[in-house]
Nanobody
Framework: EVQLMESGGGAVQTGGSLRLSCAAS????????IAWFRQAPGKEREGVAG????????YYSDSVKGRFTISSDNDKNMVYLQMDSLKPEDTAIYYC????????????????????WGPGIQVTVSS
């Protein structure tokens, strides 16, 4: 019954911005970790950013730190990824993922061991 659905993708020029949204349902929001992953053609799936809605802890990959911001609206069961200063190398399919906090060890929040995934949404950054 856990469901995740991404929205807000599209095409933007280099230096532009997009905000992705993840609508979550079917679980107790503050007992889970929600994260964004991306996968570009020919590359492995990469953890981008994560958040623990319960305590608002956040996690970022080095490649997006300082450009992307993850946040949550716990009353609406929504997680957002604000993406600024976009580069062509940010082009990928972006996925929202969720899992129980109890399944994580410290430092593994951006590893792809999540049990639940949204269908993904395309982000394209052109030069």
């Amino acid at each position: 019954e856990v469901q995740l659905m991404e929205s807000g993708g599209g095409a933007v020029q280099t230096g532009g911005s997009l905000r992705l949204s993840c609508a979550a349902s079917g679980f107790t929001f503050d007992e889970w970790i929600i994260a964004w992953f991306r996968q570009a053609p020919g590359k492995e799936r990469e953890g981008v950013a994560g958040i623990s809605p319960g305590d608002q802890s956040t996690y970022y990959s080095d490649s997006v730190k300082g450009r992307f911001t993850i946040s949550s609206d716990n009353d609406k069961n929504m997680v957002y990824l604000q993406m600024d200063s976009l580069k062509p190398e940010d082009t990928a399919i972006y996925y929202c993922a969720a899992d129980l906090i109890a399944e994580f060890l410290g430092g593994t929040e951006l590893q792809p061991h999540y049990d639940y995934w949204g269908p993904g949404i395309q982000v394209t950054v052109s030069s």
